[in-house]
């Protein structure tokens, strides 16, 4: 019997109401009395010196408050990085300035060089038209391996090269591997692209700084996954404010994906420009800047290999990779290809030998960060591509030879420093195959080749490592940030409760699932909750949202506090009902004395902490309001496997999606419609990746896929109906709810199965290419299926 | 964008009038001209707004039997009134673009603006239609010239365009995955003179017909009968979404599945 309410009820998301009937309050709803608006003069140029900004003739334009350009920001903090990698030889990556303004020289197109705020949009836009930017361009550094060249223009001048850092993991298992590599009866290698994505959110970001001169109160208004984030970075190390001073509010957000993370120049301009202008300053991104202003995702070269004994049992791996961080250090760029991708790599199986190396390069391109999943799909297309090649080098059967590495014995200690504590890969592959109908590809192939079309069928597994992140580790691998989370329960005289949780909303559903974790504690209506979220002055200082996180990390700090909540409700009840504390049992909302008739409602018990006139006063305080912070011991593992079937076109290269299956393991889960929701979303994702997303500059640093009308967003005509199933369950054994999230799973492990069903697809039709690279266009498939 | 002025003639002869004034400019649909001006791409100190000129609206059927559509007409207008007449010109119209593009853009709109990769200049050149101006009629054939070009004049209308309906027709797109015009798409229709192509998407100089495969079709009307030609991929366009070669193989592709469907 489903339930209808509280934990594993598919209970409707509430906040879907003022979304879909117009009431949702986003950044740009919000317009403050007197705002101006800011236009940002953007380079056009990839890489050059600038001579001159001049503003005279901008300055006298109709409407325009203040012109802005570097030498405004003078004494201003550049944009921080909040993570800090140390290379292979012991040393700390190269870190270059990241100003709010371009200074000395642009680095990419779309880089802020001035910025005009005016009485309008059109206003602000028009002066921006006639500033004169003088700049002499420079040869641009586009292909990371070009960049790292001896002699290749640098991107920063004060750098020693474009080499952010080039890190070994584990360093110290290097010779092992390689001399497994020397013993191996066979050895499978693949070189690959992990193509540069944009994140496109539907809703582009938007900032709004507000200065109240009364009180020197700082407000800024943004689209962000995480306003504590925003407020500490923009607030401690760009604009020196302190916290207390600065209320950073993220309203409705259209979506995030990673891209709403990062500390943006934007944010920091609006909030400066709003004191020195004593008027709100609002800016709204077009679709057009946020192609070239968002922080892009992906976007790694890889090289990677294989050792199989004669048993065909995996002996070692060993990968290569640049990765690109764009022109600068995005706020959390340096810790994607590393510590959310090199840990990654044992994924579903007990390779004994693992070696990761990373080269992070800047480049004139816009800076690259984290991207639904940021880093484990990167780790994940790798090796389940890897290990489908091996298959097939090998003959053998690529579920055979997945089953036959599958780690099997948890908790397990993988090569790569992290610690799986449950999972049950045999499982999640065991309902693949019932839910894929292997055994009626066969007839479905038969009836596609009928047609004059080609059939594949491609598998693949994956593990992610979710609920970022035990705070004294990350600390020790270089964040500059705890990664606990907070929620406060505050509850009411009239029993109902506020939960103030540091998380953040964008489209996950926590107004809906996290009231259901603590009516199900109480045992009361999920209508009684009420969850606040994004707003620095209303909830406890919290790490916002990303990494599958908001449930294992957030929903944990929200179960601690209502457990204190209980803890103290119980102590009140005993003494309403005049009985020992440890006898008094909680369910249905009644507090009632074990073994007996007697109980009081919680509502009466709320009550009588805000009315204290029966109450034990000498021994707990009045009121009924708990905080709790939350940090994890250990990350958490969701894993599964997905099956993909493709119809190929052979004439026109046309790839179709026929079957999509998700087989997943969460853990626990709390609200399955929901859970269900962020697995198609995140399959659209990867499935985008796969078959239509290409980010894609050319040798200058042009973005030549700046537009809709070429960077291609998958349609839901693109797209099949999915089946996907969460039955396996194995509760992560480290957190009260024993979850392990979800959010970015489907884009994490759709790519490989993808591209594995293109490529059995063409093997079909005789031709085996062993690997293309995504997108896998019909353009790209034809040339493969004709070179 | 930048500030203009509008003018919504009701006449023709209004229309022709408002677009001699200094760097005017018409305004049909507005598909291609709008966002063009939200980019800041284009200044016209003027937009004259074709949409309120009653004679340049619908679908009919002239004396001689040609299906004439008023050059103001949307797409969506076509795909409902022309299908019981021409459904292959229908079935065109029904598929550009989506709904809200098909009920603003229009046949005159589409034809003026001549893009490589449009869908109309396939039909009208594949039909051996005629198009009508405030001026004059100008066939098909003379009438695409190049990329965005035609063998209109400054301020010259395109007020209707006059398809002889074939006995059969059919219009086979390849989508380009992103902007969702024509990758490459081939109109083919059996005319009283003969078997025409037209392919769009592909080349360099915009809609083409071609030749070759006419001929092959006049001959043998089959879909074996292109299945050995090919076009020169060297004069395709090359982009992100296809190299040359791969227009070049989608016109034959294409063509032979136009001409499959036409039994």
């Keep these: 019997m489903p339930k209808d309410g509280g934990i594993g009820a598919s209970s409707k998301r509430r906040e879907d109401v003022r979304f879909l009937t117009g009431n949702g309050n986003y950044t740009d709803d919000m317009n403050m009395r007197g705002q101006a608006y800011v236009h940002f003069l953007r380079s056009d140029i990839a890489h050059g010196t600038i001579n001159s900004v001049d503003t005279s003739a901008a300055a006298g334009m109709p409407g325009v408050v203040q012109i802005f350009t570097a030498t405004d920001f003078e004494g201003v903090g550049g944009m921080p990085c909040g993570w800090q990698v140390t290379d292979k030889h012991g040393e700390a990556m190269q870190e270059p300035g990241h100003p709010v303004l371009a200074t000395g020289k642009v680095r990419h197109v779309g880089e802020p060089i001035a910025a005009v705020v005016a009485e309008s949009v059109e206003q602000a836009r028009d002066a921006a038209e006639a500033i004169n930017v003088d700049i002499s361009e420079l040869p641009a550094v586009v292909n990371m391996k070009d960049a790292v060249k001896e002699g290749a223009p640098k991107v920063h001048d004060d750098l020693t090269s474009n080499l952010c850092y ?93 891209t709403k993370i990062f500390h943006y120049q934007e944010e920091a301009f609006c909030t400066f420009a709003a004191k020195a202008c004593n008027r709100p300053v609002k800016w709204t991104s077009t679709r057009s800047e946020a192609f070239i202003s968002d922080a892009h995702g992906r976007d790694h070269v890889t090289k990677i290999e294989l050792a199989l004994d004669a048993a065909h049992n995996f002996t070692a791996i060993r990968t290569d990779t640049y990765a690109n961080m764009g022109a600068y250090l995005s706020t959390f760029a340096p810790s994607v290809p590393t510590w959310l991708h090199g840990t990654l790599m044992a994924g579903n199986y007990k390779t004994p030998l693992i070696y990761v190396n990373v080269k992070a390069v800047f480049t004139n391109t816009v800076p690259v960060d984290a991207y639904r999943g940021a880093g484990r799909p990167e780790a994940t297309f790798q090796l389940e591509r890897l290990v489908d090649k091996a298959a097939h080098e090998l003959g053998v059967d690529p579920i055979a030879l997945r089953r036959q590495n599958f780690i099997t014995e948890f908790p397990y200690a993988t090569p790569v420093a992290v610690e799986y504590d449950t999972g049950d890969y045999v499982a999640t592959m065991d309902r693949l195959e019932e839910m894929a109908d292997a055994a009626g590809f066969k007839a479905r192939r038969a009836a596609s080749e009928a047609n004059g079309k080609l059939r594949g069928l491609g598998v693949n597994c994956y593990i992610e490592a979710c609920g970022i992140a035990p705070s004294n ?27 103030m949780t540091g998380s953040h909303s964008h489209g996950q559903g926590h107004e809906t699932s996290f009231a259901q974790v603590v009516a199900e504690m109480i045992g009361i209506d999920e209508n009684m909750v009420e969850i606040v979220h994004g707003d620095t002055a209303r909830t406890p200082m919290g790490m916002g949202t990303y990494g599958s996180r908001s449930i294992a990390v957030g929903g944990s700090a929200m179960v601690r506090a209502t457990e204190k909540i209980i803890a103290k409700a119980k102590k009140i009840a005993s003494h309403l009902l005049e009985a020992s504390e440890g006898d008094i049992e909680l369910k249905d909302g009644a507090f009632s004395v074990a073994g007996t008739d007697k109980s009081v409602a919680w509502g009466d018990v709320t009550l009588a902490a805000y009315v204290p006139h029966n109450y034990p006063l000498e021994d707990i305080e009045p009121g009924l309001e708990e905080t709790a912070f939350y940090d994890p011991s250990n990350f958490t593992y969701p894993s599964g496997a997905y099956a993909c079937e493709v119809e190929l076109d052979p004439e026109t290269g046309q790839v179709t999606i026929e079957r999509f299956s998700a087989a997943d393991d969460f853990g626990n889960i709390i609200n399955p419609m929901i859970v269900s929701g962020q697995v198609h979303g995140g399959l659209a994702q990867g499935i985008g990746q796969a078959l239509l997303e290409n980010c894609a500059y050319d040798a200058d640093g042009q973005l030549q896929s700046a537009s809709y009308m070429d960077y291609a967003m998958p349609r839901a005509s693109d797209l099949p109906f999915y089946d996907v199933d969460h039955s396996c369950q194995t509760p992560c054994t480290h957190n009260p709810l024993g979850v392990k999230g979800c959010g970015e799973a489907g884009a994490i492990g759709s790519p490989p199965a993808v591209v594995n069903a293109v490529l059995d697809a063409m093997r079909s039709g005789g031709k085996d290419v062993g690997h293309i690279d995504m997108p896998v266009t019909p353009s790209r498939v034809w040339a493969a299926m004709n070179g | 964008m930048y500030n203009f002025d509008v003018e919504q003639p009701s006449t023709l002869a209004d229309a022709v009038q408002a677009l001699s004034r200094d760097e005017a400019q018409p305004l049909s649909g507005g598909q291609t001209l709008i966002p063009t001006l939200k980019a800041r791409l284009a200044a016209p100190s003027v937009l004259v707004s074709l949409g309120g000129i009653a004679d340049m609206q619908g679908v009919s059927v002239d004396g001689e039997g040609r299906l004439c559509i008023g050059g103001g007409t949307t797409h969506a207008t076509v795909a409902a009134e022309a299908a019981a007449h021409y459904p292959a010109l229908a079935g065109l119209a029904a598929r550009i673009g989506d709904p809200a593009v098909r009920n603003r853009g229009t046949i005159g709109g589409s034809v003026a603006n001549n893009d490589p990769s449009a869908c109309y200049p396939a039909g009208v050149l594949g039909s051996g239609a005629v198009i009508v101006t405030n001026a004059r009629e100008i066939a098909a054939d003379d009438y695409f010239q190049g990329m965005f070009d035609t063998a209109l004049e400054e301020g010259e209308i395109v007020t209707e365009v006059k398809f002889p309906i074939p006995s059969a027709a059919h219009y086979e797109k390849m989508l380009q995955p992103a902007s969702r015009f024509p990758l490459v798409a081939a109109f083919v229709a059996k005319t009283a003179a003969g078997v025409r192509v037209a392919i769009t998407g592909a080349s360099n100089n915009g809609v083409f017909r071609w030749r070759e495969a006419e001929a092959a079709l006049s001959a043998n009307f089959s879909a074996d009968a292109v299945a050995g030609l090919s076009v020169d991929g060297s004069d395709m366009i090359s982009d992100l979404h296809g190299t040359g070669a791969y227009r070049a193989n989608l016109v034959g592709v294409m063509t032979k599945r136009a001409v499959a469907a036409m039994g």
């Design chain 1, 473 to 499: 580790l990350v600390g020790q691998l270089g964040a500059r940030a705890g990664l606990y989370e907070s929620a406060t329960v505050r509850v009411n005289a009239t029993g109902g409760l506020v939960v």
């Design chain 1, 166 to 258: 080039d890190w070994g993991f584990v360093e110290e298992n290097k010779g092992a591997v390689d001399q497994a590599f020397v013993d191996a009866a066979h050895v499978t290698t693949l070189e690959l692209v992990n193509n540069r994505l944009v994140a496109n959110p539907m809703e582009p970001r938007v900032a709004i700084g507000d200065y109240n001169r009364s009180d020197g109160e700082h407000t800024l208004y943004t689209t962000s996954q995480n306003p504590h984030v925003i407020r500490l970075l923009m607030g401690a190390f760009v604009l020196g404010i302190p916290e207390h001073k600065l209320r950073v509010v993220a309203p409705d957000v259209g979506g995030g994906f990673g």
